[in-house]
């Protein structure tokens, strides 16, 4: 996964673009929103046609219609509202006309539908992640997201946030800032998680999980790791951490999540793995870090023993 790495200082924001933020927000909130009426609202007809579902890396990682749908909507969206400023998505990956920049260009970082199995079996828990991320999204440890919205299409509920400005989730009933769990025991943790597509990665992340369960409150696997983050910080769960999430998973849910008081951060699974996104109140965080790194670690060691 491309992530921002908290050891390396994010690039210092101009008086210009910090008065920029909010209204940024406001289009992330707009954007994510729209999309997400579009998912809902042609959902039925769109996955009822033949040709309506395909599969990417694995024959169980999905792509519907929908996806591809929402993913050009938001791109057009965008063309149009904010012209010149380069846009990955999941689906289409960056756009190679515009180059990666340095200094304050924004790239803004779609999930056109974060959590695609369950919008195919026609479960709520789905989203649609926009984010504007400074740096460059397709390096690791060089990106760091200043504005953030996941919608919600089932509720009709947006989490948003930007750099400095807090957290909060709106909806029908108005807004709400949000703000972590207090969570200080690792034993009483609720930690919710997800799984990779790939057999093999599956594997390692059952084997750490029989070393994280034991340990903490319970475990939660609802299927989307954008709603995983937003419920991290609305203190729905109390910690999130998964290994192999890509940047589009995570990129809005990682600022809502610290900006209601999360420690966000990656951790080392070992040495030469890929390394895992993981947020938490502050004061769990040492010891949950410890916890998925040595489970990790471990889990690595006896695959590799039980392949020889
Ligand atoms: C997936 C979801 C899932 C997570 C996977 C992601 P997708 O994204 O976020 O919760 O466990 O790692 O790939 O494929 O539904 O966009």
């Given at each position: 996964m491309n992530r921002p790495d908290p050891a390396v200082a994010p690039p210092s924001l101009s008086e210009e673009l910090r008065a920029a933020l909010p209204e940024l927000r406001a289009l992330a909130v707009d954007l994510a929103s729209d999309a997400g009426r579009l998912v809902v609202r042609e959902r039925a007809a769109a996955l009822a046609g033949s040709g309506a579902v395909d599969t990417k890396s694995?024959?169980?990682?999905v792509v519907t219609v929908m996806d591809r749908r929402s993913e050009q909507h938001l791109r057009g969206r965008l063309a149009r509202e904010r012209p010149g400023e380069r846009v990955l998505g999941e689906?289409?990956?960056?756009?190679?006309r515009h180059q990666a920049r340095e200094g304050e260009a924004l790239t803004w970082v779609l999930d056109?539908?974060?959590?695609t199995v369950n919008y195919l079996y026609g479960s709520s828990e789905y989203a649609v992640s926009v984010a504007a991320v400074l740096g460059d999204p397709t390096r690791a440890d060089r990106w760091w997201p200043v504005v953030g919205a996941v919608a919600h299409p089932a509720t009709s509920r947006v989490f948003h946030a930007h750099l400095g400005g807090g957290a909060a989730l709106s909806g029908p009933d108005g807004s709400t800032d949000l703000t972590c769990s207090s969570a200080e025991r690792l034993d009483l943790t609720l930690l919710s998680t997800g799984f990779g597509y790939d057999a093999a990665v599956r594997r390692e992340q059952a084997r750490a999980l029989v070393e994280i369960l034991p340990e903490v409150r319970d475990i939660r696997r609802a299927g989307s790791a954008a709603l995983d983050m937003c419920r991290v910080a609305a203190g729905l769960v109390d910690a999130y951490a998964e290994r192999g999430v890509h940047v589009w998973d995570v990129a809005a849910g990682w600022l809502v999540a610290a900006e209601a008081g999360a420690q966000v951060s990656t951790w080392d699974g070992g040495p030469s793995r890929p390394r895992g996104v993981l947020a938490c109140p502050p004061a769990v965080y040492p010891a949950l870090e410890a916890l998925v790194s040595r489970a990790y670690a471990h889990a690595c060691r006896v695959l590799e023993t039980s392949d020889r």
């Amino acid at each position: 996964m491309n992530r921002p790495d908290p050891a390396v200082a994010p690039p210092s924001l101009s008086e210009e673009l910090r008065a920029a933020l909010p209204e940024l927000r406001a289009l992330a909130v707009d954007l994510a929103s729209d999309a997400g009426r579009l998912v809902v609202r042609e959902r039925a007809a769109a996955l009822a046609g033949s040709g309506a579902v395909d599969t990417k890396s694995t024959a169980t990682d999905v792509v519907t219609v929908m996806d591809r749908r929402s993913e050009q909507h938001l791109r057009g969206r965008l063309a149009r509202e904010r012209p010149g400023e380069r846009v990955l998505g999941e689906e289409e990956g960056v756009d190679v006309r515009h180059q990666a920049r340095e200094g304050e260009a924004l790239t803004w970082v779609l999930d056109p539908i974060d959590g695609t199995v369950n919008y195919l079996y026609g479960s709520s828990e789905y989203a649609v992640s926009v984010a504007a991320v400074l740096g460059d999204p397709t390096r690791a440890d060089r990106w760091w997201p200043v504005v953030g919205a996941v919608a919600h299409p089932a509720t009709s509920r947006v989490f948003h946030a930007h750099l400095g400005g807090g957290a909060a989730l709106s909806g029908p009933d108005g807004s709400t800032d949000l703000t972590c769990s207090s969570a200080e025991r690792l034993d009483l943790t609720l930690l919710s998680t997800g799984f990779g597509y790939d057999a093999a990665v599956r594997r390692e992340q059952a084997r750490a999980l029989v070393e994280i369960l034991p340990e903490v409150r319970d475990i939660r696997r609802a299927g989307s790791a954008a709603l995983d983050m937003c419920r991290v910080a609305a203190g729905l769960v109390d910690a999130y951490a998964e290994r192999g999430v890509h940047v589009w998973d995570v990129a809005a849910g990682w600022l809502v999540a610290a900006e209601a008081g999360a420690q966000v951060s990656t951790w080392d699974g070992g040495p030469s793995r890929p390394r895992g996104v993981l947020a938490c109140p502050p004061a769990v965080y040492p010891a949950l870090e410890a916890l998925v790194s040595r489970a990790y670690a471990h889990a690595c060691r006896v695959l590799e023993t039980s392949d020889r």
